[in-house]
């Protein structure tokens, strides 16, 4: 077996996620790459989580439509997941759960239920009935009493039915992974990591306890594949921050929003990371947040802010008035769906123009896209160094899918890079007098001076201003300092490396453009699509020029929301026609299977102009 994936169901604050994390060290630590994707409901217990473990011999980052393993920890993950297991898959179930009938549930929309009333010519299908369309279908049954393996595990350990039941998620794992063949000690690793002291004596006595009872082995085994050491396990919002700590942040702000959260507790938590002096502050709201952030900046500390769709829209007049005064900011763009508080946990891609445009009036930013783990922690570094080396807002844009998406990687990939991001520091002034903070330059670029140095001080101001930042409606002035400030990003368009702007992976008379975390999902498709080529835009604003690339092409764009807004951005840049767009908008990610059944329809030439995606659980 060269590719496998796990799916665990449940309740939201269930301890799935756990299970996922345990699942995913321990093949881990037996030698598989792993990904693990997690969709879960915005309210905080009791409505239906998923997470899915791929593992494969080579590095992996997209997913698959079908599992080869379902662990259902309640019987709404049996309901809501028909037809979710491939055939001559498992499914590993309490057998209690199906005393229920689906209107029993008393979280499954009615809709879902509807659905498999329909399904099976009954007003209320039990779930013995699922489980026989998941027989039919070939999916064979694992029935295995979870909380009564607990209670007996707990007997034979002196230890508490309750404080037994706390392990259910280890004995799932554990389970699975016996099923499969595969070997304990992974698995007692990977709750090393987990967990600490009694907890972990606990969590370890279950696993072997679940070991030492006979199952069945299943016809397709989980072996070894050759522990390689030097890989780290992260999620997309962990690897942003740690890639903010390796380009030299000094002070984050934020404000809780889902899922942009994550990275500013996993910072606070691990500030003292390789000896980092790093501040975090949570505000009172997202206009503190970017405020605060751009006042940290103009000290001279590398600042940043991350934020969601919702925070985003609060903190635009705080990065105009950083852009007015050119201050070096970084906003990390966690996207979720839209618009107002629309999917808190699901993810999106529709705000690339808002990134691009929002806000009033004009000022240069820079907007930079991570399509990956990887990607998003050296981009992270990227995105502080341009700041300071254009004086401006640098907006970095990720998605929920990949702040929530864990991925091993080999640890050596997390580099440090060597970037020109020094600040263009003012030279020394002999005396004490006012300084041109705004003076001219060829590259629209003026020499910096942080608040508190001696020697010199200018006016700030959100006003339109003169050479030192006196107010002024002057024509002349307003039209040096307007095409002073937009010139950086022609010389960011110059001096920006190619490999930073834009990828091509592969030519192809088809040629698919995508952006963001379309990437990993592309790049695999192109394994089985003949004569689709794909290029990958990392650097969104300014535009890269690419037209080039799209001379006698038939171009087709795959993005995370419901207009295509890549294809305008595409078309208003190029002057290029985009032929087909491949779009999705329920919050769910791209599946490896849809995207190559809907290229495959565009290289048959049966595709239409729009082409909405609707897979998802």
Excluded: C
Excluded at 39 to 44: C, D, L, P, V
Excluded at 119 to 130: H, I, T, Y
Excluded at 470 to 489: A, C, F, G, S, V
Excluded at 563 to 580: F, N, P, W
């Amino acid at each position: 077996m060269d590719d496998f994936t796990w799916r665990v169901g449940g309740p939201q604050g269930g301890g799935i996620e756990t299970a996922a994390t345990l699942f995913a060290r321990a093949v881990g630590k037996g030698g598989w790459w792993v990904a693990t994707k997690r969709e879960y409901h915005s309210n905080i217990m009791g409505r239906h989580s998923y997470l899915d473990v791929r593992l494969s011999r080579k590095p992996v980052e997209a997913f698959r439509e079908r599992v080869e393993m379902l662990v259902a920890l309640d019987g709404e993950t049996l309901a809501r997941h028909l037809d979710q297991v491939r055939p001559g898959g498992a499914l590993l179930y309490d057998p209690k759960v199906l005393d229920l009938t689906v209107h029993k549930l008393p979280m499954l929309d009615h809709r879902v239920a509807d659905a498999l009333s329909e399904r099976f010519g009954k007003l209320d299908p039990s779930l013995k009935d699922l489980l026989q369309a998941y027989v039919e279908a070939g999916v064979q049954p694992l029935p295995y009493p979870f909380e009564e393996v607990a209670d007996r595990i707990g007997a034979e350990l002196g230890v508490p039915s309750l404080q037994a039941r706390r392990t259910l998620n280890t004995i799932a794992v554990a389970a699975s992974l016996h099923f499969l063949g595969f070997p304990l000690e992974p698995l007692l690793e990977a709750l090393a990591l987990q967990f600490r002291g009694k907890v972990l004596e606990l969590n370890q006595e279950v696993a072997k306890a679940v070991y030492r009872e006979e199952v069945p082995k299943l016809p397709f085994q989980l072996h070894l594949n050759g522990y390689e050491p030097g890989r780290v396990y992260l999620t997309g919002a962990q690897a942003a921050a740690l890639g903010k700590l390796a380009g030299g942040l000094r002070f984050q702000t934020y404000y809780p929003i889902s899922p942009a959260t994550d990275e500013s507790t996993y910072l606070e938590a691990h500030t003292a990371f390789q000896g980092a002096d790093v501040a975090v502050v949570q505000t009172e709201d997202e206009i503190a947040a970017v405020t605060m952030a751009v006042g940290a900046a103009l000290t001279g500390a590398k600042a940043a802010t991350a934020t969601s769709g919702p925070g985003f829209s609060l903190m635009a007049e705080g990065m105009g008035f950083a852009g007015m005064i050119e201050a070096p900011l970084v906003v990390t763009l966690y996207q979720r769906g839209g618009p107002s508080t629309g999917l808190p946990t699901r993810t999106e891609q529709g705000d690339l123009m808002f990134a691009l445009r929002g806000g009033h009036g004009e000022y240069p930013r820079l907007v930079l896209a991570s399509g990956d783990i990887l990607d998003a922690f050296l981009d992270a570094q990227k995105a502080l160094a341009w700041a300071w080396r254009y004086q401006t807002v640098v907006v970095h844009l990720v998605d929920k899918f990949l702040a929530s998406m864990a991925q091993s990687l080999p640890k050596e990939a997390l580099r440090v890079l060597q970037l020109d991001g020094e600040r263009r520091l003012a030279p020394r002034q002999e005396g004490f007098g006012p300084y041109e903070r705004y003076a001219p330059s060829e590259d629209g670029i003026s020499p910096f001076i942080p608040i508190g140095t001696p020697g010199g001080f200018y006016w700030m101001t959100s006003d339109e201003h003169d050479l030192v930042g006196h107010i002024t409606e002057d024509i002349p002035l307003r039209e040096y300092q307007m095409e002073k400030r937009m010139q950086k990003l022609k010389t960011a368009q110059e001096e920006i490396l190619l490999e930073d702007q834009y990828t091509l992976y592969r030519d192809g008379e088809v040629l698919v453009l995508g952006w963001g975390t379309v990437k990993g999902t592309l790049l695999e498709a192109l394994d089985h699509l003949p004569g689709v080529g794909y290029l990958h835009l990392r650097l969104l604003w300014p535009f890269p020029k690419i037209a080039h690339l799209l001379e006698g092409k038939r171009l087709v764009t795959v993005e995370h929301n419901y207009s295509g807004q890549l294809a305008d951005l595409v078309q208003q840049e190029t002057l290029k026609r985009v032929h087909h767009r491949v779009v999705k908008y329920n919050g769910r990610p791209f599946t490896l299977d849809e995207v190559v059944e809907a290229l495959k329809k565009v290289l048959a030439k049966e595709a239409p102009e729009r082409l909405v995606l609707r897979k998802g659980v």
